[in-house]
């Protein structure tokens, strides 16, 4: 069996300092990361344009970018459910712009929800503007949008997880090819910027929806195991008790989530292979391969600060 844990690996500017913690109230986990083999794998967002998490979902169910394209582009396909590899997909969410001292960012879709009457609302306003451009759009849930666009449209695809921990001026789309679609955003943002739905998001002290993040790009595609309509990216084999308030920063939320994450793997077989993912990597422990000599010797326990606080 093989669990993957996401949101299990602190930022590197933490983790030296939750190490305790872990060690106190998860100490089956430790128990299993000391005599498991761990094996490192470098997943920077800026390269798979995708954060870790989703790029390990992406490889269990057997996505391969084409040439010239990161991983991250088949994340719009798949939420979309397209296995027609003769369509090309795009996928617009429902964003929160914020401009600060470090310039523009987007807020990672765990930091707020859509209703369906606000999602809706925002829609309905902006459905005009499509009229006479060669530019189409559906609703496929409260967050996301399916963009159809001109068959030349290519830009560095980021998804919107990824997108959370970026510069927006950095991956801001600038080909020619979209300049239509940058025009139609403008468009919508400035009829978004005092609608009723973001004026009483800012009285609720919520944060308003003033953009869309645009990600895809590439073709339809199957995987090779089936997905939750709700969210693709679940499985059986994942455990998700930690992750939510991983994306948050609320590492008393984190630590709190432990004990129960220490009482789930008494349930799973010692020799449960795990993987556990954070902001730039994810870490992959296996059982040992035993040899007939390595059962004259006892298993010394490996030392887990190696792995735990790597630098970002």
Not at 16 to 30: A, G, M, R, S, T
Not at 38 to 47: C, G, I, K, R, W
Not at 190 to 206: I, S, T
Not at 279 to 302: G, M
């Amino acid at each position: 069996m093989h669990l993957l844990i996401p949101g299990a690996l602190p930022p590197s500017n933490i983790a030296k300092d939750l190490i305790p913690q872990v060690e106190q109230h998860c100490p089956l986990l430790v128990e299993r990361l000391k005599m498991l083999v761990a094996t490192v794998q470098e997943l920077s967002p800026e390269h798979t344009g995708c954060t870790p998490f989703e790029a390990v979902r992406l490889q269990e169910l057997g996505y391969t970018p084409p040439a010239g394209a990161n991983l991250g582009t088949g994340l719009a396909a798949l939420h979309a459910g397209v296995k027609n590899t003769s369509e090309t997909v795009w996928l617009a969410e429902l964003s929160a712009i914020s401009v600060g001292r470090e310039g523009a960012t987007i807020a990672h879709p765990a930091s707020f929800e859509v209703t369906t009457d606000e999602a809706d609302a925002l829609f309905d306003a902006v459905s005009g503007l499509w009229a006479d451009r060669a530019i189409s759009a559906l609703p496929l849930s409260n967050r996301q949008w399916r963009i159809w666009l001109d068959p030349s449209a290519s830009t560095r695809s980021l998804t919107p997880a990824a997108m959370a921990e970026m510069r927006l001026t950095d991956w801001w789309p600038q080909e020619d090819s979209l300049r239509e679609w940058r025009r139609l955003l403008n468009e919508i943002q400035m009829v978004w910027h005092d609608h009723p739905v973001n004026q009483a998001r800012v009285e609720r002290g919520e944060l308003p929806i003033n953009s869309l993040w645009l990600f895809g790009g590439a073709q339809g595609w199957s995987p090779h195991q089936p997905v939750a309509p709700t969210n693709a990216l679940l499985s059986a084999d994942t455990y998700e008790g930690l992750h939510t308030a991983y994306l948050q920063g609320d590492w008393a939320a984190w630590i709190a989530a432990l004990p129960a994450l220490s009482e789930y793997l008494s349930t799973l077989d010692p020799s449960t292979s795990l993987t556990l993912t954070g902001q730039q990597r994810c870490v992959v422990f296996t059982p040992v391969r035993k040899r007939w000599w390595h059962f004259l010797l006892v298993r010394r326990p490996q030392s887990w600060n190696t792995w735990w606080n790597l630098p970002s």
